[in-house]
């Protein structure tokens, strides 16, 4: 069983591949694929008949982490539904041969969704354990849709297959709840364990009833029915297989499953009659106003499904010998009769019976055909619906529930509408037949094609002749469907009904008798029934409200999502910060730990700058120009450094100042561009509210520092750190090695963030493609310029002032600050030997790579104020990416290298020796981490620099300030 | 464990001042009021250090370690400056940017989400229109439209129940 499933499963990929080649011929393999199936399971049949022991297991472990399990088992009941929807399966593709255009590109996709379907359509008929019946199960609704949309174009065709999918997952969803219930009251998910326990209470009914929405969401049973109709926008073949004979089974097929176990639930019976009842009736009367023939047969096949229901789901022996053969006399003469709907449509071109006339004479064969499975659904012998139709009445009528014995007025209460029912099932059967192929009068004849194809019309003739032959022999079907029934509980002495044609003058026979001849009077009088039903007819249909309600369900989406998406950050910001004010209050309440102690200060001054910075900040929100705003926040980073610096913090002092210094600098590179005034366009509104929301959060944070201070009680680990930082990391800084040693993983992630913000700035600015190279002017014409010129320092002439720096002939020269200059030639080379001796002192000393990179990004800043993009250019000539990409290279070849000498990641060691001139020298390789470290934040500044600095003053040529002026036209020195 | 109280009224007001100004719709203020904002949190990361003590520097490798300040959260701190500044930068790229595109440092409200206020009531939604047509052998058309359909076959249309 598990190769079958497999075979269809690599069919289902391997089709579409196939149909590339061979066109709609690839119909014919995957015909003979699901008939190898059939013919495998017809196989099986003597084993899984003789019941017991021999019953075909097989048990796979699927994902044994989740009990999941492959096991399948193919008793009586799973035999029977394998062979409908294998041999069905194979007939229905074989039409399909002939039904799609040769040429139709979509056949691959469509040939091999179908398997596919059939694959899990066999696996959920013989899956043993509820989990995998419930993915089968899904897997069904999930092809159902791809198959229901097969016309992807159409509009129609898109919602009906949306509307199935979600009737019938959302009925599979509340059936795995279910589901998971029994599995839980039993301890297992096998389905054997789950029916033999049988548990019972409030809680298993509910589970139960939970799986029972399940089923009758699939069987289309009312309120659930309305998605078979608009299933209807298939391809006919998909009608005729999935919407017939197998997928709308899946429901009846539970049903019959867990009635033996389960029909003595508290309301199964009740529900299930009058449910299926309520479905029979309306789908005949609904069948019985159609004009299109598929839909006709569409609500004549939910009629039928709501018969099942009614049957299988009364649950005593008898019942389910009879629903066994209802199940097999519906799935063959409806599949018949939707192929033979699809020959219609495809010779004519329509399937209006209005407009259908003349057709029986001319299409004898397939006439014959669909007489004989008309007659097997309307229940005439010696059609096998007649022998499934007998012994479904002889269940109802002889043999009642155990506990209510014969004259069980449920069951009473059944046969009366099964016999409307059937009244109804017989004047639409009729009504199919006279508007598919009888002559009317005034109608012209439909004009035909062509001559319908001997092969489209072989499916529907087996289908027709196996209902024959089964109703001639019913033995056949009894030898099968008796194991069926076997499971059942039954009234006494009623083990001995067989299905047979002939049981003798009874009830039975009777109410057939009735049935037809008032079915053939409905039909007569067909006119004066179609005056009530349009007068019936309140135009309101279950569809309506499904549409109704997913509109509505859209439409509430949109309100919940312009309720809370407004797209205002300010807001967005608010709603996050309000959440935390009120969410983190609530938890300090709880808390209440307050610190033992509470000291003022650590020194007096700590007062004076903490003065300081508050003003700063409190006139930052006042600011109205943008540069002030600015320096009073620089005040407060300045601050910072203060309070670094008395804390006993000498690293972060160090670099809090130098970032400060490049922060305000980058500030400055890009306000230049924008009007002094801030806020011109919205002004600064809600001042109040905002301020509330900002002292709340102040607020809340000063508590949290309270309590959270208070509530440390442990020893800090970094007590500890002194001690690692000389034994582990060599060095006397305990800052730095923790930086590049102890917790250099953290590093290692906040350079690669770094990485991220620096090439987020320049592809911010530099647009197409990352154009690092600045303008260059060849260094050696500078060098020779810049000596000519000093050497007639003593020219007066402004324009020909001499030049300190490189590029600085390339200045405006009102641009130009000589004393810039000129400590710029001094200092620049000092500035970049001290950020590299920061470098390698920081990890004894203050220092380290942060703060040598920042120093040597100054150098770089103070370059390019003095002489602009080509000065920059000429002091760093390589790109930015390639120094953040080496630093990072540098740091995680670090991290890695130790990995090649068997030690773990980011080991450090040290070597120690004499050096020429230096002394005894000692170097950490940790070291290397913090030269990584190093050429990235260069990296960061000078990205910095050239895209809000160098880039901002290209693009902003003619306008505004820029750094160094602008003389790129004619640049002097032989500047290009 | 006790508290320095001037640190933590700083901290506050630096808190309530940035986010008083990120609450701002002014790009230029948002960044500003993130910069205090990043100072504030700097702040109470070192209040968390406990009391000051000298910087952690092992001189002696004898000496007592909670004579030092405690280095963890200095550690944490040195690349929160920095990656502040990388951000901030960023945040100074895209202020380039706007101004550069829209000639406004301010962030108005996302237009696709006002849009969407303003249509929540007539939105128009996906309908299906059940199968009209009684024919699966439509022409090659997208979305038939069933009238139309009619008028090309010459035929009347179903009816659907």
Redesign the interface.
Same mark, same amino acid.
């Given at each position: 069983m598990i190769v079958a499933l497999a075979v269809l499963a690599l069919a289902g990929i391997a089709l579409p591949f196939l149909a590339r080649h061979v066109g709609s011929r690839v119909f014919v393999a995957a015909a003979a694929v699901a008939l190898g199936v059939f013919v495998h399971t017809l196989l099986l049949g003597p084993s899984v008949l003789a019941g017991g022991s021999t019953i075909p297991l097989e048990r796979i472990e699927w994902i044994p982490q989740l009990q999941l399990t492959l096991d399948l088992r193919m008793d009586a009941l799973s035999w029977l539904l394998a062979l409908i929807v294998t041999g069905i399966g194979s007939l229905v593709l074989l039409y399909c041969g002939t039904y799609f255009s040769r040429t139709d590109p979509a056949v691959g996709r469509f040939a091999g969704v179908l398997i596919a379907f059939v694959g899990a359509m066999y696996g959920l008929v013989i899956a043993d354990d509820v989990y995998l019946l419930f993915v089968m199960w899904e897997a069904t609704s999930v092809f159902s849709y791809l198959l229901i949309g097969h016309?992807t174009?159409?509009?129609?065709?898109?919602?009906?297959a949306?509307?199935a999918l979600i009737t019938t997952t959302v009925g599979g969803l509340v059936m795995l709840v279910g589901l998971v219930i029994l599995s839980v009251q039993v301890g297992s998910s096998s389905i054997p364990v789950i029916l033999d326990e049988t548990p019972s209470g409030p809680l298993t009914t509910t589970a139960v009833f939970l799986v029972l929405v399940g089923a009758l969401s699939k069987s289309a049973i009312v309120p659930l029915h309305f998605w078979l109709p608009?299933a209807?926008?298939a391809?006919?073949p998909v009608s005729a297989y999935l919407h017939a004979a197998a997928m709308v089974k899946a429901g009846v097929f539970l049903i019959a499953r867990f009635a033996p176990a389960f029909s003595d639930v508290p309301g199964w019976r009740i529900t299930l009659v009058a449910l299926g009842v309520a479905t029979m009736l309306l789908g005949g009367w609904?069948a019985l106003?159609?004009?299109?023939l598929k839909?006709l047969l569409a609500y004549g096949t939910v009629s039928q499904l709501g018969f099942l229901v009614v049957i299988a789901g009364y649950g005593t022996r008898d019942a389910l010998l009879g629903a066994g053969a209802l199940l097999l006399a519906h799935a063959l003469f409806k599949s018949c009769l939707f192929l033979i709907v699809g020959i219609i449509?495809?010779q004519t071109?329509?399937?209006?019976l209005?407009?259908l006339s003349g057709l029986g004479r001319r299409m004898p064969v397939v006439a014959v055909v669909a007489a004989l499975a008309l007659a097997s659904m309307a229940g005439i012998p010696p059609l096998f619906g007649f022998v499934a139709k007998e012994a479904v009445l002889h269940g109802l009528l002889v043999s009642g529930a155990p506990d209510a014995g014969a004259g069980d007025p449920v069951a009473i209460a059944a046969v009366i509408g099964i016999v409307l029912g059937s009244t109804l099932t017989v004047a639409y059967g009729l009504r199919f037949f006279w508007g598919a192929f009888a002559t009317k009068p005034g109608a012209e004849r439909t004009p035909i094609a062509e001559r319908p194809s001997a092969l489209s019309a072989v499916a529907p003739a087996v289908l027709a002749g196996a209902s024959l032959v089964l109703g001639l022999v019913p033995q056949l079907a009894h030898v099968g469907i008796v194991e069926v029934a076997a499971a059942a509980p039954a009234a006494d002495g009623a083990y001995d009904y067989e299905l047979a044609l002939w049981h003798g003058f009874g009830l039975e026979l009777g109410l057939s008798v009735v049935t037809v001849v008032a079915g053939l009077g409905l039909f007569l009088i067909r006119a004066r029934v179609e005056v009530v039903q349009a007068f019936l007819?309140s135009g309101m249909?279950a569809?309506d409200a499904y549409?109704r309600t997913?509109?509505g369900v859209?439409?509430v989406a949109?309100?919940v999502?312009?309720l809370t998406?407004?797209?205002?950050?300010?807001f967005y910001?608010?709603v996050i910060?309000g959440v935390f004010v009120v969410g983190t209050t609530a938890a300090l309440l709880a808390v209440r730990t307050w610190?033992?102690?509470?000291?003022?200060?650590?020194t007096p001054a700590?007062?004076a700058v903490?003065v300081v910075?508050?003003g700063a900040?409190?006139a930052?929100?006042r600011a109205e120009k943008?540069f002030a705003?600015?320096i009073v926040?620089g005040v407060?980073?300045f601050?910072?450094t203060a309070?670094?610096a008395?804390?006993?913090?000498?690293?972060?002092a160090i670099?809090?100042a130098l970032?400060e210094v490049?922060?305000l600098i980058?500030?400055v590179?890009?306000?230049r561009?924008?009007p002094a005034r801030?806020?011109d366009?919205?002004g600064?509104?809600?001042k109040v509210a905002?301020?509330i929301?900002?002292?709340a959060?102040?607020?809340v944070?000063?508590v949290?520092?309270?309590v959270?201070?208070?509530s440390?009680t442990a020893e800090?680990?970094?007590?500890?750190?002194?001690?690692l930082?000389?034994v582990i990391g060599h060095g006397?800084?305990?800052?730095n090695v923790?930086?590049v040693d102890?917790?250099a993983w953290?590093?290692l992630g906040?350079l690669a963030?770094?990485i991220a913000?620096?090439t987020?700035?320049a592809s911010?600015?530099f647009l197409r493609g990352r154009i690092d190279a600045l303008p260059r002017v060849p260094r050696a014409d500078l060098e020779r310029t810049v000596r000519e010129r000093l050497e007639r320092s003593s020219e007066n002439d402004t324009t020909q002032r001499s030049a300190w720096i490189l590029a600085g002939l390339t200045l405006d020269p009102r641009n130009r600050s000589i004393l810039l200059e000129v400590v710029v030639r001094l200092i620049f080379h000092a500035v970049i030997v001290l950020s590299i001796y920061l470098l390698f002192a920081g990890h004894?000393?203050?220092g380290g790579g942060?703060a040598g990179g920042?120093v040597a990004g100054l150098a770089l800043v103070a370059r390019y104020l003095a002489g602009g993009r080509y000065e920059l250019g000429a002091a760093a000539p390589f790109s930015a990416g390639a120094l953040l990409g080496s630093g990072m290279l540098i740091a995680a070849s670090y991290t890695f290298a130790p990995l090649l000498f068997g030690a773990s990641a980011m080991t450090s060691t040290y070597v120690e020796g004499e050096l020429w001139l230096l002394g005894e020298v000692e170097f950490v390789t940790s070291t290397i981490f913090d030269i990584g470290v190093y050429l990235i934040?260069v990296g960061?500044v000078l990205d910095?620099l050239r895209?809000?600095g160098a880039e901002?003053d290209r693009?902003g040529r003619g306008g505004g300030l820029t750094v160094g002026g602008d003389l790129d036209a004619t640049p002097v020195g032989g500047a290009r | 464990?006790?508290?320095?109280?001037?640190?933590?009224?700083?901290?506050?007001?630096?808190?309530?001042?940035?986010?008083?100004?990120?609450?701002?719709?002014?790009l230029?203020?948002?960044v500003?009021g993130f910069?205090?904002v990043g100072? /504030?949190t700097? !702040?109470?990361i #070192?209040?968390?250090?406990?009391?000051?003590?000298? @910087?952690?520097? %092992?001189?002696d490798?004898a000496?007592d370690?909670?004579q030092?300040?405690?280095?963890?959260p200095?550690?944490?701190?040195?690349?929160a400056?920095?990656?502040?500044?990388?951000?901030? /930068?960023?945040m !100074?790229?895209? #202020?380039?940017?706007s101004?550069?595109l829209a000639n @406004?440092?301010? %962030?108005s409200?996302?237009?696709?989400?006002?849009a969407?206020?303003e249509r929540?009531e007539s939105?128009l939604?996906?309908?299906?229109?059940?199968?009209?047509?009684?024919?699966?052998?439509?022409p090659d058309?997208?979305?038939?439209d069933p009238a139309s359909l009619d008028e090309a076959?010459g035929?009347?249309g179903?009816?659907?129940?």
């Amino acid at each position: 069983m598990i190769v079958a499933l497999a075979v269809l499963a690599l069919a289902g990929i391997a089709l579409p591949f196939l149909a590339r080649h061979v066109g709609s011929r690839v119909f014919v393999a995957a015909a003979a694929v699901a008939l190898g199936v059939f013919v495998h399971t017809l196989l099986l049949g003597p084993s899984v008949l003789a019941g017991g022991s021999t019953i075909p297991l097989e048990r796979i472990e699927w994902i044994p982490q989740l009990q999941l399990t492959l096991d399948l088992r193919m008793d009586a009941l799973s035999w029977l539904l394998a062979l409908i929807v294998t041999g069905i399966g194979s007939l229905v593709l074989l039409y399909c041969g002939t039904y799609f255009s040769r040429t139709d590109p979509a056949v691959g996709r469509f040939a091999g969704v179908l398997i596919a379907f059939v694959g899990a359509m066999y696996g959920l008929v013989i899956a043993d354990d509820v989990y995998l019946l419930f993915v089968m199960w899904e897997a069904t609704s999930v092809f159902s849709y791809l198959l229901i949309g097969h016309y992807t174009n159409r509009r129609a065709s898109r919602g009906a297959a949306l509307e199935a999918l979600i009737t019938t997952t959302v009925g599979g969803l509340v059936m795995l709840v279910g589901l998971v219930i029994l599995s839980v009251q039993v301890g297992s998910s096998s389905i054997p364990v789950i029916l033999d326990e049988t548990p019972s209470g409030p809680l298993t009914t509910t589970a139960v009833f939970l799986v029972l929405v399940g089923a009758l969401s699939k069987s289309a049973i009312v309120p659930l029915h309305f998605w078979l109709p608009g299933a209807m926008a298939a391809p006919t073949p998909v009608s005729a297989y999935l919407h017939a004979a197998a997928m709308v089974k899946a429901g009846v097929f539970l049903i019959a499953r867990f009635a033996p176990a389960f029909s003595d639930v508290p309301g199964w019976r009740i529900t299930l009659v009058a449910l299926g009842v309520a479905t029979m009736l309306l789908g005949g009367w609904v069948a019985l106003r159609q004009t299109d023939l598929k839909l006709l047969l569409a609500y004549g096949t939910v009629s039928q499904l709501g018969f099942l229901v009614v049957i299988a789901g009364y649950g005593t022996r008898d019942a389910l010998l009879g629903a066994g053969a209802l199940l097999l006399a519906h799935a063959l003469f409806k599949s018949c009769l939707f192929l033979i709907v699809g020959i219609i449509d495809q010779q004519t071109g329509t399937r209006d019976l209005r407009m259908l006339s003349g057709l029986g004479r001319r299409m004898p064969v397939v006439a014959v055909v669909a007489a004989l499975a008309l007659a097997s659904m309307a229940g005439i012998p010696p059609l096998f619906g007649f022998v499934a139709k007998e012994a479904v009445l002889h269940g109802l009528l002889v043999s009642g529930a155990p506990d209510a014995g014969a004259g069980d007025p449920v069951a009473i209460a059944a046969v009366i509408g099964i016999v409307l029912g059937s009244t109804l099932t017989v004047a639409y059967g009729l009504r199919f037949f006279w508007g598919a192929f009888a002559t009317k009068p005034g109608a012209e004849r439909t004009p035909i094609a062509e001559r319908p194809s001997a092969l489209s019309a072989v499916a529907p003739a087996v289908l027709a002749g196996a209902s024959l032959v089964l109703g001639l022999v019913p033995q056949l079907a009894h030898v099968g469907i008796v194991e069926v029934a076997a499971a059942a509980p039954a009234a006494d002495g009623a083990y001995d009904y067989e299905l047979a044609l002939w049981h003798g003058f009874g009830l039975e026979l009777g109410l057939s008798v009735v049935t037809v001849v008032a079915g053939l009077g409905l039909f007569l009088i067909r006119a004066r029934v179609e005056v009530v039903q349009a007068f019936l007819h309140s135009g309101m249909d279950a569809s309506d409200a499904y549409w109704r309600t997913m509109s509505g369900v859209d439409r509430v989406a949109n309100r919940v999502t312009t309720l809370t998406q407004r797209g205002s950050l300010p807001f967005y910001l608010s709603v996050i910060l309000g959440v935390f004010v009120v969410g983190t209050t609530a938890a300090l309440l709880a808390v209440r730990t307050w610190p033992s102690e509470i000291r003022l200060w650590d020194t007096p001054a700590q007062v004076a700058v903490g003065v300081v910075m508050i003003g700063a900040a409190i006139a930052a929100t006042r600011a109205e120009k943008r540069f002030a705003a600015l320096i009073v926040v620089g005040v407060t980073g300045f601050g910072m450094t203060a309070l670094f610096a008395m804390g006993g913090a000498p690293d972060l002092a160090i670099t809090q100042a130098l970032v400060e210094v490049v922060t305000l600098i980058a500030f400055v590179l890009v306000l230049r561009r924008l009007p002094a005034r801030l806020g011109d366009r919205h002004g600064s509104t809600r001042k109040v509210a905002r301020a509330i929301l900002g002292i709340a959060v102040g607020l809340v944070m000063a508590v949290i520092a309270l309590v959270v201070s208070a509530s440390r009680t442990a020893e800090p680990i970094s007590l500890a750190w002194p001690t690692l930082a000389r034994v582990i990391g060599h060095g006397a800084n305990v800052v730095n090695v923790a930086l590049v040693d102890l917790r250099a993983w953290d590093t290692l992630g906040e350079l690669a963030v770094v990485i991220a913000a620096a090439t987020g700035v320049a592809s911010l600015l530099f647009l197409r493609g990352r154009i690092d190279a600045l303008p260059r002017v060849p260094r050696a014409d500078l060098e020779r310029t810049v000596r000519e010129r000093l050497e007639r320092s003593s020219e007066n002439d402004t324009t020909q002032r001499s030049a300190w720096i490189l590029a600085g002939l390339t200045l405006d020269p009102r641009n130009r600050s000589i004393l810039l200059e000129v400590v710029v030639r001094l200092i620049f080379h000092a500035v970049i030997v001290l950020s590299i001796y920061l470098l390698f002192a920081g990890h004894n000393l203050p220092g380290g790579g942060f703060a040598g990179g920042l120093v040597a990004g100054l150098a770089l800043v103070a370059r390019y104020l003095a002489g602009g993009r080509y000065e920059l250019g000429a002091a760093a000539p390589f790109s930015a990416g390639a120094l953040l990409g080496s630093g990072m290279l540098i740091a995680a070849s670090y991290t890695f290298a130790p990995l090649l000498f068997g030690a773990s990641a980011m080991t450090s060691t040290y070597v120690e020796g004499e050096l020429w001139l230096l002394g005894e020298v000692e170097f950490v390789t940790s070291t290397i981490f913090d030269i990584g470290v190093y050429l990235i934040v260069v990296g960061l500044v000078l990205d910095v620099l050239r895209s809000l600095g160098a880039e901002v003053d290209r693009q902003g040529r003619g306008g505004g300030l820029t750094v160094g002026g602008d003389l790129d036209a004619t640049p002097v020195g032989g500047a290009r | 464990m006790t508290i320095n109280l001037t640190l933590v009224i700083v901290m506050a007001v630096l808190y309530a001042c940035g986010i008083y100004l990120m609450l701002e719709r002014s790009l230029t203020r948002v960044v500003l009021g993130f910069l205090l904002v990043g100072n /504030a949190t700097n !702040l109470l990361i #070192i209040l968390m250090a406990g009391p000051t003590g000298i @910087a952690p520097i %092992v001189e002696d490798p004898a000496a007592d370690p909670s004579q030092y300040t405690d280095p963890l959260p200095q550690a944490l701190l040195l690349t929160a400056i920095v990656i502040t500044f990388a951000v901030s /930068a960023f945040m !100074l790229a895209l #202020i380039y940017r706007s101004w550069r595109l829209a000639n @406004a440092d301010d %962030v108005s409200d996302d237009a696709d989400d006002v849009a969407l206020r303003e249509r929540a009531e007539s939105v128009l939604l996906e309908e299906t229109s059940p199968d009209e047509a009684t024919t699966e052998f439509l022409p090659d058309g997208l979305d038939v439209d069933p009238a139309s359909l009619d008028e090309a076959q010459g035929r009347q249309g179903g009816e659907r129940a």
